[in-house]
């Protein structure tokens, strides 16, 4: 496998160390990326992982370890699963994988006719079902799917949300070909995309699927969930259907005058900029803290502070990784206002955000740039650190949390003012090859006479491996895991 090559590559250098594994694998080509209820397999290329390989999945499953079947490896899988994305790993002797993300609760996955629409050629759909495609650049994919006048199709894209690279953009066409629609980026799907319509013709139409950039590769596959039911019953009295019609509460701009708090609000306009009146006495200080894209936003905002001249005095760094967030101090106490706008100009009833502020105050915080690493028998795994700091320049201790016997790390002093720094993880020699542990770094340090004790994040780390998405799956941040993998031969 991967981890294997490079070991063969680097063991001779560093095998009077006892050194640090390899790197985890990325899982590539895992089939289906859609899980339903019950039973059913997973594979993935044999030339990843040795058979033995086990998986391990974030939700409730039973399986056996990997089988070799041809050129792929194959997991049996019994699941009890709730509809949602989740994380899963490989892992076993030879190594782990980096963690990958699955669609649970999906509709079975029909692999035959998969294949076949990725290969080129036409098919028809003539009833619910999922596909798993991967497209090369600049391709458009045609599905013919057979639909009765009256019912409703619904089609949903799973691409970003669950890594993939791939853009998705969604069009029909009826059997006059004429366009029914199109749907790119819906809002709380991110860049992900899910079109309805309400069939009026019976007959073939086709379903056409492409990157919205024209992009594509091995890193571009898309999890595509086909829905064909009933027609949505019609009210015919025009007063009752705008009786229906749920238009967006009016926004009411509150002060933002103590010292804690919180507002929230809809960027329901194109470049619209909402403006919060806000006052503070002098030399007070100020943290705030956004929430958009962690709600489901489409959003990307921006958050600023004006004084009574309009002239901007404070805001957020808009290239942040997270929603973001900033301090601010007043040096006068005259008017003031919080201002947020979208950033890219979009605006929709879907475009939601929080705005949460609090007493600034003196802190640090910690991430780790990696999220899994291997470890062998009687080894060490180092997990590099990046410190962040305000108004704080004292010692920082990193211990560990939730760490099984025969694994340790010794309490790590990061130096006053560090930037970066790590902590160093230890396997016993008995501890046995194969197993996946988890576990949970804290830091503590002392401010203003009091102890601050933060969790050791892994945003920046999964930011890497699903540079697709936004935010890591809820619950994620801050997990960290280790693969005991057996020495190998140089």
Partial sequence: MIAGRLWFLFGGALSGLKALAADPFVATDVQPRGLILGTQEISIPANLAPEGTRLWTRFAATGEPGILRGDRLVFGLKTDVATGIAVAQFHGPGGISQPFLLRTGSKPVDRKLSSEVDAGRGVRIAGTTALELTLPQATTRRIEIELARGVRLDVEAFARRLGSGFDPFLELIDPRGRSLGSVDDTPGLGRDARGSWDIRSGGRHILLLRDSSHAGGK?????????????????????????????????????????????????????????????????????????????????????????GEGRRVAGMDPSQEDDGAFGFTFENEGPHRLCVRELTGGGSAEHRFQLHWRPGRSGFGIQSEKQTLEILPGGTAEFPLRISRKDFDGEIVVRAEGLPEGFSVEPTTLAAKSKEGRATLKAAA????????????VAEGKIEGSEVRETVRTRTALTKVWPARLHPPEGWDGVLCLGVVAKRDP
């Fill in 430 to 441: 008995g501890v046995t090859p194969g197993i996946r542990v988890e576990f949970r770094l």
């Fill in 219 to 307: 890193d571009h596959w898309v999890h595509l969930e086909i829905s064909i039911g009933s027609s949505r019953e019609k009210e015919r009295n025009p007063a009752t259907r705008e009786r229906n019609v749920r238009l967006p509460e009016p926004l009411v701009l509150p002060d933002v005058r103590t010292p804690t708090g919180s507002v929230e609000g809809v960027l329901t306009k194109p470049g619209e900029v909402l403006r919060f009146p806000m006052e503070g006495a002098k030399g007070a200080n100020r943290w705030f803290e956004l929430r958009m894209r962690r709600l489901g936003s489409p959003g990307d905002a921006e958050v600023w502070i004006e004084d």
